[in-house]
């Protein structure tokens, strides 16, 4: 079982940066793909980006593209969705998540973290 814990959430304004980690204690972290998923009131968790196990990969959801970064440092178990420009539609529960192999689809991930609010006023 690979347990992951998402901090780094909080409120901020419209164009301002947050940038959110995901730690694990799981010795093989590099051996998974990881993700971020993203769930606002009312709609389903939906994909933002996934980055393979050597960072060498990366996928972004249109919607987040050129304002985020995904990166991680197998070296401390943790990845980052570095988050720019940000906007009220950003405005959900982050999650994290890890896969044998990168992917965007959510039903490819097998463990998920407990999520991290992220609030964007206007």
């Known amino acids: 079982q690979v347990q992951l814990v998402e901090s780094g959430g909080g409120l901020v304004q419209a164009g301002e940066s947050l940038r959110l980690s995901c730690a694990t204690s799981e010795r093989t972290f590099s051996n998974y793909a990881m993700g971020w998923f993203r769930q606002a009131p009312g709609k389903e968790r939906e994909f933002v980006a996934a980055i393979s196990k050597s960072g060498a990969v990366t996928y972004y959801a249109n919607s987040v593209k050129g304002r985020f970064t995904i990166s991680r440092d197998n070296a401390k178990n943790t990845v980052y969705l570095q988050m720019n420009s940000l906007k009220p539609g950003d405005t959900a529960v982050y999650y994290c998540?890890?896969?044998?192999?990168?992917?965007?689809?959510?039903?490819?991930?097998?463990?998920w973290g407990q999520g991290t609010q992220v609030t964007v006023s206007s």
């Open positions: 998540a890890a896969a044998t192999n990168v992917a965007t689809r959510r039903d490819d991930y097998a463990y």
